[in-house]
């Protein structure tokens, strides 16, 4: 051989192919193997190339083959991968590279390697990640774990999984979720039937002690314990042989278990662990999230009850007492035996006309306040009108509304929130503020929607307490309204719930909200949110020539 360093004797092909790490295959036109090197005997599971020689070769060599797409959890390659099962032994999974010798007959030399491992711990990595945007969907709780034991057995190849959760009491474990395993309503109550009749169940012992237990063969025991009579035909139906049951760790106590169920020959290695371990983890989060969740609407809930009771106490109570002393008056009246006054009548029937006009204004002012999602279906300028005429009927208060265009073109859901915004800030005013007029403006202006309501009521300073030092009064006042956003003690507002819920409220579309009080001036709430942006998609026209439809991003 031209040019070889002197000294070193030459190295035969065949001695290198002998020697190389990766397989190395010569393919027939037909696809069947004609030569194989020793590693490439190994890894296709032969004990001798004869026995391969001849067979049909996994690889897909056409030329116009597709070029391999990386994944988000691959690395670019021109690698394909073909699947094999050797004569005995489990599914392998072969990446490989195909040339054609230039001449001859047609003959393809293929280089391969086992990729089994490897693409493996790609999905379990990618069925943790998959999971772990779970606990933000849409979905309830149920259907969030029964995602997760789907990964789980879709990864991992597992025969079932179960995963099942402790209730508040941290006393009683429901199914919430499955797969792999028939869906059985009695399969709980069979298994404390089992617990009664002696069986361990090492799922419990997994919530005691909060750490993964393995038991190999598990169903080979369970088989052949009469304990377990009334789960026998149910957990034969599964071709399963180890039994693992990893907690669910929450806020550092296990409220819950996930159960895995491994098929005959499945080994439970230290990374069959750690991937259980982080697919628990998941749904450990996604059970924290949903309980977090429930309390918090539950809090929203009891904060809506008692504001409720409030006002009712406040207005419609005492209006209604109101109007039950008249009653009683009129009956004192008629118990006399005389004539009763015609004046007198008509003062009393008056009194009550008027009182009961006051409580059926403050009733529709309240069906207002909580069904906001049907007014704001005939657009939010038409709400917040409805909402004055019917503040303003019920209170005497004078309130001008000032409306710019556009505001039909607010999605409903934002327009909800808005109202809702609006809705509290003119409840404080009528309670607290002791106004005669209130002014809304509500507009758009570029890509924000503007909000305000201002009030001449008694503003910052309650009028039964003592003047404040002119200079104290101005730094204080420079303090109040520095920063926008920040909530402000003054008597004329409600700084409890209603501010917390309308700073959320405009929070949760990217806006900010600020309030500012001036005494004898009256209090102003100011809302400002961005609107999503229209941005085109590239200047393509659609199939049937049109122009693109363009996407809505928020920035």
Same mark, same amino acid.
């Given at each position: 051989m031209s040019g070889s360093p002197p000294g070193f004797p030459l190295v035969g092909w065949q001695e290198i192919a002998a020697v190389a790490p990766d397989?190395?295959?010569?393919?027939?036109?037909?696809g069947?193997?004609?030569?194989?090197? @020793?590693?490439?005997?190994?890894?296709?599971?032969?004990?001798?190339?004869?026995?391969?020689?001849g067979a049909e070769a996994p690889f897909a060599l056409a030329e116009a083959a597709a070029a391999f797409q990386a994944g988000l959890l691959e690395e670019q390659s021109d690698e394909q991968v073909a699947h094999w099962v050797p004569a005995s032994g489990t599914r392998r999974e072969l990446a490989y590279r195909a040339r054609g010798l230039p001449a001859g007959p047609p003959l393809t030399v293929v280089s391969f390697r086992d990729v089994t491992d490897e693409r493996h711990r790609q999905r379990r990595i990618a069925a943790i990640a998959r999971t772990s945007i779970a606990p933000a969907a849409e979905g309830s709780l149920g259907s969030t774990l029964d995602a997760v034991a789907r990964q789980i057995v879709r990864t991992d190849g597992l025969a079932g999984v179960q995963i099942l959760i402790l209730d508040g009491t941290g006393r009683e474990l429901r199914l919430m979720a499955s797969a792999g395993l028939r869906q059985w309503d009695a399969f709980l109550d069979r298994l404390l039937e089992c617990r009664d009749r002696g069986a361990r169940l090492c799922m419990l012992d997994t919530v005691n002690e909060g750490r993964p237990i393995v038991v190999p063969h598990r169903w080979a025991q369970i088989r052949e314990d009469p304990a377990w009579q009334p789960l026998h035909a149910y957990l034969g139906e599964l071709n399963w042989d180890s039994f693992v049951s990893v907690p669910l760790m929450v806020r550092g106590r296990a409220g819950g278990v996930l159960n895995a169920y491994y098929a005959p020959g499945q080994e439970v290695g230290g990374r069959?662990?750690?991937?259980?371990?982080?697919?628990?983890e998941q749904a450990a989060l996604a059970v924290d999230y949903a309980t977090l969740l429930q309390r918090e609407r539950e809090g929203a809930r009891r904060d809506e009850r008692q504001r409720l009771a409030r006002d009712l106490h406040d207005s419609i109570v005492q209006q209604v007492f109101s109007i039950g002393m008249q009653a009683n008056a009129v009956g004192v009246l008629g118990t006399r035996g005389g004539p009763v006054p015609a004046q007198a009548v008509r003062r009393f029937a008056d009194e009550v006309g008027s009182l009961s006009q006051s409580v059926l204004a403050d009733l529709r002012a309240m069906v207002h306040e909580l069904r906001p999602s049907s007014s704001t279906r005939l657009g939010l300028e038409d709400a917040v009108s409805a909402l004055v005429k019917s503040t303003e009927n019920r209170t005497g208060i004078g309130f001008r509304l000032v409306c710019g265009e556009g505001l039909d073109a607010v999605e409903a859901e934002l327009a909800e929130d808005v109202y809702r915004i609006l809705a509290e800030a003119i409840h404080n005013v009528v309670k607290h503020a002791g106004a005669s007029t209130v002014t809304l403006r509500l507009g758009l202006r570029g890509h924000t929607l503007t909000a305000s309501v201002s009030d001449n009521g008694r503003g910052l300073r309650d009028p039964g307490a003592p003047p404040a030092a002119p200079a104290a009064e101005?730094?204080?006042?420079?303090?109040? +309204?520095?920063? @926008?956003?920040?909530?402000?003690?003054? @008597?004329?507002?409600?700084?409890?719930?209603?501010? +917390?819920?309308?700073?959320?409220? +405009?929070?949760?579309?990217?806006?900010t909200m600020r309030i500012s009080c001036r005494a004898k001036s009256g209090t102003t709430v100011r809302v400002v949110i961005p609107l999503p942006v229209q941005v085109p998609q590239p200047a393509t026209e659609t199939r049937d020539g049109s122009p693109p439809t363009p996407r809505a991003v928020r920035i």
């Open positions: 397989g190395l295959a010569v393919v027939d036109g037909a069947r193997f004609v030569q194989l090197n @020793p590693a490439g005997v190994a890894l296709l599971g032969g004990r001798e190339e004869s026995e391969l020689l069959t662990l750690e991937f259980l371990a982080a697919m628990a101005a730094e204080a006042e420079a303090a109040r +309204t520095s920063a @926008p956003g920040s909530a402000h003690t003054t @008597p004329s507002w409600d700084h409890g719930y209603g501010l +917390t819920t309308m700073r959320e409220r +405009t929070e949760r579309w990217g806006g």
